[in-house]
Each structure stands twice: as structure tokens, then as C-alpha cells.
């Protein structure tokens, strides 16, 4: 059932975007009088799933799931029709329009991507608000268990004050790409400040260890189950670890600490159960455990407990506009710093680049629409500008050319257009078998 649900949410993620991209040239092209086709979801190498002619252009679904095109009479694409571009030009061919019309043409795909992203992110403040732990709220810091973080300087406890000069007011879901994208961390540990310089091969140092958040907030020990083979029949699900051997045990980090000293004995412990303090016996294993499932407090249990203040901040609809663009903004922004590090060997973040595998494993295996639309939202960027790349066979790669006929006035030859399209054509090969090999290296080495 968890691989349906993620499979389930990966397809229709993907579909919504390739159909909106592919519908971004295909409504300016009839607005311009050009001939569509075809419009397809996935490629129809072959044969299709489904497909049915309406008026001039044939609609269907394609068997390879790798994207999704639209087909437009007249133009150079991978399609490489040469015999009707051999034939004279037609009027309602796009090799026919002005490069003005063109141009509006090719950038209408990731122009719909940007559009939805943003359209996303303000139905989202609007729909969800913005939940968070203000910074200033971390009295006793984050947890911190990566150990290429750890490797970094970093320690559990530590309190993140600024990313590059930019101070962290709250902690979101977004305060983990910052740090990895950041260069020198400012963190408060026992009252002093002191600066940490990111390691420039740091996102490839990440993939060395077992893959998890970098940084998170400390929990308490909750118990979620007592295991069959446990002693400890005292302790009841849902209870919270206070205190272990007279020892504060607050959070969790600090109770392993304890029982880790305590491996083989029995000792007295206090549990928060049903609002009220117990005191107990717990017998510690060899392991240091006492055979029990964690359990998760939800942000308004925590905030009871007085482990933190959850802030909610709601927004109207006119308030969720600017919020919305601000968020897709930086969105867009930690991207291209995403992509600039890929570009730069020496940080060997293009080791970490994914294919499809790496995509679906994003989705999370239990429904959340919230999740959904974040990960879509984001997906819709990346198509975005991955789709603007100077790169012949993306619409970036037309749209450098269209631009160069603008300026000079001159418009590239056919022969050079469908050159320059195979080129493109052998370099996105190049970079999916690239990406999707990655995917596979790292499910056989595990990493």
C-alpha cells in the first residue's frame, strides 16, 4: 500500500506538470494560428495507450513515462521530421510565424511552470498558514545526528543565528537547503557564538553517510509500543521519559546518553503519564535500550508539555499574494544555487544528481496534500529551469536561437537548426542516462 500511495502521488504530480508545460505551447500556437499535431502525455515510441483526433491535432497517452510533447507543424524538434520541413513553408507552420509569435511559443512551457509554482505556493499560505518554531524559541538548541554535519563542527545543541550573514528567524522545512547551500554558519553553543565554514565538497560528503534531515528539533523520549520481548512491563505507551536514573532526561538524546552508562542495570525513572508525574523501575539491555518503539509528539502536544511554542500564522487571500511570491521566489533563487553547485566539480555535487528514482523517493508513503503540492511546487520549478537551460532540444535552446535571430536579423539555416537539435538530442541522453545511473548505483551500493 506505501509504494501505491507514492507511486500514485509520482504520477499524478508528474502528468499535471508535463500536461500544464506541454498545454503552454499549445495554447499560444493556436493563438497564433499554428498547426498542433500532436499533444501527448508520455512518448508514444511506437504506439500509444490512448489517442483520439479531434479537429487538426491527435490527443493521447504514451507508454514511456520520461515527459511529454506537443508536436508543431514546421518546426525543428525531436521529432526530426526533415521530409515536411522539405517541403515549402506553409502559413500555419510555426517555421512560417515571426520570431516575435515564436518565441511567446516556446517560452509558454516553463512560463506555465513558474505561473504554477507561485499559483501553489499562495494556495497554500492561504489554505495552510505558516507553522513554525521561532528560532529564539530553540532554548536549548537542535538535534544533530548527521554525521557529515557533525564531521562539519556541528553538535547537538547548537543553535543555528545565520546562514551567510542571514539571520534564521524560524525553523521551517526550508532551514535544511539553506544550510547545505550556505558557506559560513554563525551557531550559538553554551552562550558563545562562533562561525563554522561549510566544507566546499559538502553535499558530497553528505552522501557518504545515511541519508536523513540535518537538523531537527530536539523530542522527547515518547514511548510509542512496549515490544513482546521487553522487561520493562512498568511502562506504558504514550508515557514521557522525564528523568532516568536521577539524571533530567528531557529529550531523547540525552536519555541515550544515560542508558548507554546504565547498559545491564536497573534504575528509577520518572514518567509524565496522563499529565502526571510516576516513578518507576526500567531495566537497561546490554544495548542500552529498553525494548520499546519511539513515539512523536504532535507541535500542539509538544507545546503543552511546554517544549516549545508552536506559532501559526494564518493569511487572507490578498495576504497569501505577496507571501506566495516570496516563496516561490526563493524557491527559484535556492535552485539556481542548487544547479550552480552541480556546475562546479569541485564541490562533486553533480555526484549527487537523481533520475526518476530520486524523484519518487520524495513523496512520502502516507497521503498529505500539504506535501504533495510543496513537492510539486518545487518539481514545477526545477522543470522550469531545467527547461530555460541554453541547451538545443529544451525550449532554452530554441529560445537562444529565436533570440539571436531578434538581435542579428538573421534567422539559422534549417540544416544548422537540425544539427544543433541532434547535438542537444545526444547531450539530454547523455545527462538522463547520467542521472538515472546515479539512481542505480546508489540502490546497489545502498548510499
Known amino acids: 500500500m506505501d509504494l ?47 489517442k483520439k483526433k479531434i479537429g487538426e491535432t491527435e490527443y493521447g497517452i504514451g507508454w514511456l513515462p520520461l515527459g511529454g510533447y506537443v508536436k508543431i507543424s514546421g518546426m525543428i524538434d525531436e521529432s526530426m521530421d526533415k521530409e515536411q520541413m522539405a517541403l515549402p513553408p506553409q502559413p500555419w507552420e510555426f517555421r512560417s510565424k515571426p520570431a516575435w509569435q515564436r518565441l511567446i511559443i516556446m517560452l509558454g512551457g516553463v512560463t506555465v511552470n513558474f505561473i504554477l509554482a507561485f499559483i501553489i505556493y499562495i494556495g497554500m499560505a492561504f489554505a495552510y498558514g505558516d507553522t513554525y518554531i ?65 566544507p566546499v565538497d559538502f553535499v558530497d560528503r553528505l552522501s557518504k553517510f545515511e541519508k536523513g534531515t540535518l537538523l531537527d ?10 515490544t513482546d520481548q521487553s522487561t520493562n512491563k ?50 537497561v539491555n546490554n544495548d542500552g535500550k529498553l525494548g520499546v518503539q519511539l513515539g512523536r509528539l504532535s507541535f500542539d502536544s509538544l507545546e503543552k508539555l511546554g517544549y516549545y511554542k508552536v506559532s501559526k500564522q494564518e493569511f487572507s487571500f490578498l495576504e497569501s499574494i505577496p507571501v506566495g511570491i516570496t516563496k ?53 520549478i526545477m522543470l522550469g529551469v531545467m527547461n530555460l537551460l541554453p541547451i538545443p532540444a529544451l525550449d532554452g535552446g530554441h529560445v537562444m536561437f529565436l533570440l539571436y535571430e531578434i538581435i542579428s536579423g538573421k ?21 538522463l542516462l547520467f542521472a538515472n545511473g546515479n539512481d542505480i548505483y546508489k540502490a546497489i551500493v545502498g548510499k
Open 234 to 283: 512498568e511502562i506504558q505507551p504514550k508515557d514521557v521519559v522525564v528523568t532516568l536514573n536521577g539524571q533530567t532526561a528531557k529529550y531523547f538524546d540525552q536519555a541515550q546518553t544515560i542508558l548507554e552508562n546504565n547498559k545491564g542495570k536497573t534504575i528509577p525513572a520518572t514518567v509524565l503519564r496522563d499529565q502526571k508525574e510516576k516513578q518507576i523501575q526500567v531495566t
Open 328 to 380: 516561490g521566489k526563493n524557491q527559484v533563487v535556492g535552485y539556481g544555487k542548487q544547479l550552480k553547485l552541480i556546475f562546479s566539480p569541485s564541490t562533486g555535487a553533480y555526484k549527487q544528481v537523481g533520475g526518476f528514482k530520486a524523484i519518487f523517493d520524495i513523496f512520502p508513503s502516507t497521503w498529505s496534500w500539504e506535501t504533495f503540492w510543496r513537492i510539486t511546487a518545487l518539481l514545477s
Open 134 to 198: 521561532a528560532n529564539s524559541d530553540l532554548k536549548d538548541g537542535l538535534l544533530i545526528e548527521n554525521q557529515a554535519m557533525l564531521n562539519a563542527g556541528f553538535k547537538t545543541g547548537d543553535k543555528i543565528i545565520s546562514v551567510d550573514g542571514v539571520k534564521i528567524a524560524k525553523f521551517d522545512n526550508d532551514i535544511n537547503m539553506k544550510v547545505i547551500l550556505g558557506k559560513e554558519i554563525l551557531i550559538e553553543r553554551n552562550g558563545t557564538q562562533q562561525t563554522i565554514k561549510m
Open 4 to 50: 501505491f500511495i507514492k507511486l500514485s502521488q509520482f504520477l499524478l504530480s508528474l502528468s499535471l506538470l508535463i500536461i500544464l508545460h506541454e498545454l503552454g505551447h499549445f495554447i499560444p500556437a493556436k493563438l497564433f494560428k499554428t498547426r498542433v499535431e500532436k499533444f501527448y502525455l508520455f512518448f508514444d515510441v511506437k504506439y500509444s495507450l490512448i
Open 217 to 226: 528539533i530536539r523530542m522527547p523520549f515518547v514511548i510509542g509500543a512496549v
Open 411 to 431: 534567422k539559422p539555416s534549417d540544416k544548422f537548426l537540425e544539427n544543433a537539435q541532434m547535438v542537444g538530442f545526444v547531450l539530454l541522453i547523455t545527462l
